[in-house]
């Protein structure tokens, strides 16, 4: 695409299917290595990229002809394999269904970073769930608090704007 210039950033989040504490301190550096090749295979840039047990947070710079649904079953897929090929878990490793992704402001870049290095820490204080709320209510984006990381075909009863107040 010639004279095309673009600078996109994508915060990607998803969960362990169930949010199982499945990633182990143990292995996760060879997932997050084994991830980021395949973001580099795509031609895409894996700024950053940590976890805990149940979910991971990765920084993608995107190039404007990347589909991030795409790339991400991609991750998800490749990474399930590996992980069950390498038998890390006893059981089967999944990802759950979906995944979150919020747009960065190249002023954001070291603060999303800093966040993402930060992850153990940061859930001492605040679980997945609490956080990855936070994130949607921010963004403003319209979510059904009773499927957060539930895998369900089920009609939604009802929608949570991200202006409504907890009841």
Request: hydrophobic share 40%; proline share 3%; charged share 25%.
């Amino acid at each position: 695409m010639a004279n095309t210039y673009t600078r996109l950033y994508v915060h990607v989040v998803f969960a362990v299917k169930g949010r199982a504490n499945l990633i182990s301190p143990k292995w996760k550096e060879e997932l997050f290595q084994y991830i980021t090749g395949i973001v580099t295979n795509k031609n895409q840039k894996l700024m950053v990229i940590n976890g805990i047990p149940d979910h991971i947070h990765i920084l993608i710079g995107l190039k404007p002809d990347c589909q991030l649904s795409d790339l991400v079953r991609d991750i998800k897929a490749n990474s399930s394999r590996w992980i069950n090929e390498h038998k890390f878990v006893a059981r089967k490793f999944e990802w759950q269904t979906g995944f979150g992704a919020f747009t960065v402001g190249h002023t954001q870049i070291q603060t999303v970073v800093k966040y993402i290095l930060a992850q153990e820490k940061h859930h001492m204080k605040k679980t997945f769930r609490e956080e990855y709320i936070k994130f949607l209510t921010a963004n403003q984006i319209d979510f059904k608090p009773e499927y957060i990381f539930e895998d369900t075909g089920a009609a939604p009863q009802t929608l949570r704007s991200y202006g409504a107040k907890k009841q």
